[in-house]
């Protein structure tokens, strides 16, 4: 699903790229680039939640505590640098980051696929039948 692949930028600082990311990464994996796109500007809003997400599992999976204990603590560039320390050393605040984005990461790709896989199955007929009416018009 492309809005799966779209929003999996959103739990990684990617300098305001996330969204061109996800359509990249859609057309790698032939997904649906304009969904990808919904994907990514969707976490674009929530980036806080998300960053603050990371450091809660990475902390909880690897029984560390976290710099990072509210909401209003999450900063962009603490977490820019927290995911470049995460990859030198595996005992810092950026490695508890980076754990926690990968299960994040994981855990939302498969949620995000079934919820889209749902939703379109359950309203399928009705999209079609939305997109021909609209068609018929042009």
């Given at each position: 699903?492309?809005?799966?692949?779209?929003f999996?930028p959103?739990?990684?600082?990617?300098f305001?790229?996330?969204?061109?990311?996800s359509v990249?990464?859609?057309?790698?994996?032939?997904?649906?680039?304009v969904s990808?796109?919904?994907?990514?500007?969707?976490?674009?809003?929530?980036?806080p939640?998300?960053?603050f997400?990371?450091y809660?599992?990475g902390?909880?999976?690897?029984?560390?505590?976290?710099?990072v204990?509210?909401l209003?603590?999450?900063?962009?560039i603490?977490?820019?640098?927290?995911a470049?320390?995460?990859?030198?050393?595996a005992h810092?605040?950026?490695?508890?980051?980076?754990?926690?984005?990968?299960c994040?990461?994981?855990?939302s790709?498969?949620?995000?696929?079934?919820m889209?896989?749902?939703?379109f199955?359950?309203?399928?007929?009705?999209?079609?039948?939305?997109?021909?009416i609209n068609n018929?018009k042009?």
């Amino acid at each position: 699903s492309g809005v799966t692949i779209g929003f999996i930028p959103s739990w990684l600082p990617t300098f305001g790229l996330g969204p061109v990311l996800s359509v990249g990464m859609a057309r790698i994996v032939k997904a649906n680039t304009v969904s990808a796109l919904v994907g990514g500007v969707m976490g674009t809003f929530i980036w806080p939640l998300l960053f603050f997400l990371n450091y809660q599992v990475g902390s909880l999976l690897l029984d560390r505590n976290t710099k990072v204990n509210e909401l209003d603590e999450v900063g962009y560039i603490d977490a820019i640098e927290h995911a470049y320390t995460g990859i030198v050393s595996a005992h810092s605040s950026g490695f508890i980051f980076l754990t926690g984005a990968i299960c994040n990461i994981l855990i939302s790709s498969v949620l995000i696929y079934i919820m889209v896989y749902i939703m379109f199955k359950t309203n399928r007929v009705k999209i079609l039948n939305k997109i021909s009416i609209n068609n018929i018009k042009i």
